[in-house]
């Protein structure tokens, strides 16, 4: 059975954005879906992110990690400090570098090493708006390519939140089949 984990944005819990949707319509599909509660997820550190993710959820090749905004950070960070290959890995509203805003400081006491993420997973994909107020298009597909990823941009979805008027994004459904 093929499962994803979602990792839901900074500010965000499990039932926020269009989690909860792409959850019914994987499961429709018989995936099973884990979208845990993150601590703290106003003031949001990477250890403690990393094991509210890992909690209650195995990773093995037949994983789907999924991250939105500092999800996605957190799940490069989750790939990159652990020992295990997984399927895919998608990123909505990803980014990889560390001078966006001080509160995520603790996500990047290293750089990402994008070979590392590549050798562990068999496919990457970046999914990016061109609304997006916190990184450009261009900013992402320059994180795609460094992570060797599919690049989809999407028109109008700002950073594919409530606040943005996003309720569902169909790309991921169509990338997951």
Known sequence: MKKVLILHAWCATPNDHWYQWLEKELKKKNYKVIIPELKDKDNPTLDDWESCALKDFTIDKSTIMLGHSLGAVLALKIIQDNNFKL???????????????????????????????????????????????????????????????????????????DKDGVKRVTEIAKLLG
Request: aromatic share 14%.
């Open 87 to 161: 399927d895919k890995l998608v990123t909505i509203a990803g980014w990889d570098f560390w001078d966006l805003t001080p509160e995520h400081e603790s996500f990047f006491r290293e750089p990402i090493d994008h070979n590392d993420i590549k050798i562990k997973t068999k496919e990457r994909y970046v999914i990016h708006s061109d609304t997006d107020p916190y990184i450009t298009a261009w900013q992402a597909s320059e994180y795609a390519k460094r992570l060797d990823a599919g690049f989809k941009l999407v028109k109008g979805k700002g950073h594919f939140t």
